[in-house]
């Protein structure tokens, strides 16, 4: 069973808007999430992460939120580039070194 | 430095072939995973190791999946016999050792059609 989920298969969204990427867990033992952002052909890189002591955490564009109590975390990317147009997977873990990761949401930014 | 290197890049075969797909970690790196992305599952774990030793392999579909790490530069996943519904994206990925989280680096990946 899914115990990492994005429900959203694709996004588009224009270019210099904001764009808002969806996951949902269904373990409360995770304490420590990421977002790995892959290319095609390429393997996916790690993009940001934040704790479960935290429920905000921003890196330029890229914030992401948790809220643990519904236990769902979002990535914001403002404002948004074509470059960023990428399948963005979230991970979450409870031991540090297994992490569970969803399906992936494909965004695509438009010039 | 070189990041996680996996080879082949791409492999296409036929069903009931034996598969091998191989993976080399970073550099230091302790810790190595075997993953499978698909479109209905993403990225599914399927083994890890630590320190050359298998910690989790509860996701390896079926005994016709073994993987092992002969050294902390060298691990292989073999498929035996291979089936059309293992067609996927193979990524292997490593972290460096550590006592927290630590984000894992991903090789390219190999994509494998069974016919």
């Known amino acids: 069973d899914q115990q990492v989920k994005q429900n959203s298969p694709s996004l588009s969204v224009q270019e210099g808007r904001i764009s808002i990427l969806n996951c949902d867990y269904t373990?409360?033992?995770?304490?420590?999430f990421l977002w790995y952002k892959k290319y095609p052909a390429e393997g996916p890189t790690f993009l940001i992460s934040i704790s479960s002591i935290k429920d905000k955490n921003e890196d330029g564009r890229f914030t992401v939120f948790l809220n643990k109590s519904a236990k769902h975390l979002s990535l914001h990317i403002v404002p948004s580039q074509p470059g960023d147009s990428a399948v963005y997977f979230c991970?979450?873990?409870?031991?540090?070194?297994?992490?569970?990761f969803g399906t992936g949401t494909s965004l695509t930014v438009i010039p | 430095d070189a990041g996680v290197i996996q080879s082949p890049r791409h492999e296409v075969t036929e069903m009931g072939q034996e598969v091998t797909l191989r993976c080399k970690p970073i550099?230091?790196?302790?810790?190595l995973f075997w993953y499978r992305q698909t479109m209905m599952r993403g990225l599914e774990l399927l083994i890890y190791f630590n320190n050359n030793v298998p910690i989790d392999d509860s996701g390896m579909p079926e005994d016709r999946f073994s993987a092992k790490m002969p050294n902390a530069s060298f691990s292989t996943l073999k498929i035996q016999p291979s089936e059309p519904r293992d067609s996927a994206v193979y990524f292997c990925?490593?972290?460096?050792?550590?006592?927290?989280?630590?984000?894992?680096?991903f090789g390219p990946g190999t994509r494998l059609t069974v016919l």
């Open positions: 373990n409360s033992m995770f304490d420590y």
């Open positions: 991970a979450a873990s409870a031991t540090g070194n297994q992490f569970y």
């Open positions: 550099s230091g790196h302790n810790s």
């Open positions: 990925a490593s972290s460096p050792p550590s006592g927290s989280y630590n984000e894992q680096f």
